[in-house]
């Protein structure tokens, strides 16, 4: 069994859903390769998150993005962490709605994810800069 781990910095984004698999796909593939096993992805921060869905309509990363600020709003009078600007509370709630890990299969050296699935970099702030991706691979050699 093979186990590697990388942490990829994934450029600043602006507010939405981003995908990010090819980008994944990239860095796994300067591991030691493996035939098939598990990728798990794990994100360094607390105000991002990291979801899988539909990666062929742009649509759904918009409404994506529309539905999460709703549930979610900015500016609530009844939030106290309120010091690093009026994203940042929601930011974090988001985050904790999301998530920030994802355990994928990987086979081939590659993430095996279905015909129109993708793995999306949420990111929540205005300005959230770059983010930090920890990628552990476990799997059996190729």
Known sequence: MIVE???????????GAHLISQEIDAAIAKLEPIEHGLAHLHLLHTSAALTLNENSDPDVRTDLSAIIDRLVPESQSWYRHTLE??????????SSL?????????????LLLGTWQGVYLVECRDRGGSRR?????????A
Do not use: E, F, W, Y
């Open 98 to 110: 999301l998530g920030a890990s994802l355990v994928l299969p990987v086979r081939d050296g590659r």
């Open 85 to 94: 600007g009026p994203d940042d509370m929601p930011a974090h709630a988001k």
């Open 133 to 141: 991706l920890c990628i552990t691979l476990m799997g059996s050699p």
């Open 5 to 15: 781990q990388t942490v990829v910095s994934l450029r600043a984004r602006p507010r």
